[in-house]
């Protein structure tokens, strides 16, 4: 019983889930609590603790096999010190994360952000299992990423590598604001939240598409409309996966990845999102970049951040 | 007299540059003899022990200080194995570049293709000098680039990353053929061939401009002209500019560089491209992958050939 195991904790809003992981990025035993985010960063950290001392005694593990916990996070986090500067959906502030736990728990503990964790996950655990070199997008409310060097998150200068969401990519006239302040950022146009943009601009001007028909138009909604036909929903779908296919091209002859993975809620539409992101990859990449590379589904779902969170100690 | 050198060729189709460096990037001592290529590769093999023998001898420096010797080479590589598969300036083929030097010279060789290492150069004794993570793009006739990771070349999957000329990047209402068989490549708006080939065509579009009085123009009359006031010219700069830019924003967020250093023949322009590149990067970068993030002139000249090879050692 001298086999590692490597503890991760996806750090929510509501929930807090932990998990247990081999050297080999494969999940052995979950356990999840609520995050009772509002009675403070102290209660939560100590809850956290809780939880990963639970989900080892249920396991077959014993707690000197442990070799570290890390935890994905989302907000704005000082990487190195394990420290969260501000996260706005726990509300917490100023919270020396990576030394309480460490305190708390004595085994060497990481903080990443949650995006860079889901990618590392993928990587690790999940669709790049056995490939050094990936680069993962997460296509959910925002456009998430990270780039995976080396079985690593690289992190760059200021910590903003793998941003995916924020590649310059749409042309000045048809680009729109981002959330980040620039315009004709990937997100824009590849995430849920574009993809309903597109559609509800759709249906105001008039264009003749079963969309219209739909109170509260989803990501699902179109794709599921562009599966029974829908040219304009097929359109919508088309133009996000344009910009996906070109920025991978991009990417392709930046850093070279042997696989792109693509999870989050919208890359559950499958082949109708993905034959054309593959299409425009081939099409706009030098084939000297493309040989032997490959696009292919994220496979861990829901439990990619506990996986990278672990991943985060090797 | 123990301090360690390191021995840069720069292998041209005409000339056969070689320097020495100390550990921390400055060129110390250089030597050119001609390259024969025509006499094939046996003895252009020989030509460069030969050189680098000389250059050490007419140093201060002891054969004995040599930690080992660099080459960058034009062509198709298989660097790990240190391979010249082909070269095309060169008309060499199949040639095990690594094994017969290190007979030769009978101290470690590395070789890496010209583009990849005239960004190591500027990364290590240029531009980027302490500066560990850096994006290099070297403008001539077509457009090179090289991405620095902590101190060192990253290849990529295989071999692509830094081939920064392909980040297709020209919407597709714009895009031309590029040489590498796709469309929108960077290469084909902001190379010197592809400011000809904008001012060429606006001379033939009988648009109103002092370059239609310019039997051949070159890239540098583009620029005469702009500063000098044509409207046109400047357009063309701008353009040129404009892609880069926007080609660095997207740098910014995927791998996250803290330096931008361009080089080349292009490069030397000066303000009138430099300003505009940034202008255009502040503008499409998000904030916080801009903080600290400069983009700056290459420094080193012809000489960052030999200076990379030295450090390609390290």
Redesign the interface.
């Known amino acids: 019983m001298s086999e590692k195991i490597y503890v991760g904790v996806d750090l929510g809003g509501t929930a807090i889930k932990v998990g247990i992981c081999d050297a080999e990025g494969n999940l052995k035993q979950t356990y999840e609590g609520p995050t009772k985010a509002e009675e403070g960063a102290e209660a939560g950290m100590e809850r956290i603790a809780q939880y990963v001392r639970t989900v080892v005694e249920q396991s077959p593990y014993q707690w000197e096999q442990v070799a570290g916990v890390g935890a994905g996070i989302a907000g704005f986090l000082d990487i190195p010190k394990g420290f969260i500067k501000f996260s706005n959906n726990l509300g917490w502030r100023n919270i020396h994360a990576k030394q309480i736990l460490e305190q708390k728990l004595g085994v060497p503990v990481q903080i990443n952000n949650d995006a860079n964790v889901a990618a590392l996950g993928e990587a690790w655990g999940g669709a790049g299992k056995g490939i050094p ?1 990936c680069v993962a997008y997460t296509l959910g409310t925002g456009v998430g990423g990270g ?1 995976i ?1 080396g079985g690593r998150i ?11 969401g ?4 749409v ?1 000045d006239l048809e680009a729109i604001n981002c959330t ?6 990937l997100e824009t146009v590849s995430s849920a939240t574009g993809i309903v943009r597109m559609a509800k601009d759709a249906v105001e001007r008039g264009d003749r598409t079963s969309l219209a028909l739909i109170e509260n138009i989803t990501a699902k909604d179109v794709f599921d409309a562009g599966k029974a036909g829908d040219e304009v929903a097929l359109r919508i779908i088309n133009r996000a996966a344009y910009y996906l296919g ?2 991978m ?10 696989r792109f993975i693509v999870g989050g809620g919208v890359s559950k539409a499958g082949d109708i999102l993905f034959d054309p992101i593959r299409e425009i990859f081939k ?7 493309q ?3 490959d696009i292919v589904p994220a496979t861990l779902g829901n439990n990619a951040g506990i996986v990278g969170a672990a991943g985060l100690l090797l």
Do not use: D
């Not at 099409?283 to 970049?289: D, G, I």
């Open positions: 070199n780039i060097i690289y992190e760059g200068f200021g910590g903003m590598a793998g941003e995916l924020h590649v310059s990519i042309p980040c302040g620039q315009k004709g950022c070109r920025s091209a991009s990417i392709a002859v930046v850093v070279n990845p042997q099409k706009y990449t030098p084939e000297h970049a040989t032997g590379v």
